[in-house]
């Protein structure tokens, strides 16, 4: 990408000094800008999952654990027969002190953590709006990050999201991950509807 714009940006200045040859430099450096531009954002795709019947979400273990008390450990969204969505949810809670009595549960210096299911309920008109309208712009990346050829990264938590079966995550290293725009925007979503309630 980088390569290519500073070839454009070559052409550009040598059609300035041969006002014979400007405009077949100018067309050849629009073209090297549109293939770089293509190139820049192959593999981001943005996909419409407002007509999803069910959606889950879920934190897994990455390089260790770490959580994140404001927002749910797990959450899933259903579609009722008339067209309303029930939400259910469960929080990490600390369920004994000692992080070594912990099988099945997430262990941290404060103690075991295990998930705490939260009463589930329908959602408000406004709340099913807000769903459909973050849902329907899901834009993601079909690769991993170029950073993952050179790094080793392995993150001590990966969150993932899966429509009627079709998972994302927010796994760098990973294909099918979540523009880091989008991550924000579904985080934001489950804080709202967590606190919904």
């Known amino acids: ?35 770089a531009t293509m190139l820049f954002s192959a593999g981001k795709v ?3 999952f407002s007509a999803f019947e069910t959606y889950e979400f879920k934190q897994t273990h990455g390089l260790g654990f770490c959580s994140d008390p404001d927002r749910p450990h797990s959450a899933k969204i259903t579609r009722n027969a008339d067209g309303t969505m029930a939400f259910s949810h469960a ?18 210096d404060d103690g075991c953590l295990r998930p705490n299911d ?3 309920r329908q959602l408000s008109p406004q709340e099913a709006d807000q769903v459909t309208a973050v849902f329907a712009q899901t ?14 990264i ?21 294909s099918d991950r979540l523009t880091g ?17």
């Not at 550009?12 to 073209?31: Q, T």
């Not at 834009?139 to 080793?152: A, I, K, M, Q, V």
């Open 1 to 35: 990408m980088k390569k290519l714009s500073v070839l454009a940006g070559a052409l550009i200045r040598f059609a300035r000094r041969k006002p014979v040859l400007s405009l077949g430099c100018v067309a050849l450096a629009i073209a090297l800008v549109l293939v």
């Open 118 to 120: 939260q009463p589930p």
């Open 46 to 48: 943005t996909r419409d």
């Open 139 to 152: 834009t993601y990346h079909r690769r991993p990050d170029p950073l993952c050829r050179e790094y080793g």
């Open 181 to 197: 725009e989008h991550d924000t925007r579904m985080r934001d979503l489950l804080i709202d509807l967590k606190s919904g309630g």
């Open 91 to 108: 929080l990490l809670a600390l369920a004994g002190t000692d992080p070594e009595q912990c099988d099945g549960g997430v262990a941290t």
């Open 154 to 174: 392995d993150p001590c938590m990966i969150e993932r999201h899966v429509w009627d079966g079709k998972e994302l995550s927010d796994f760098l290293c990973g």
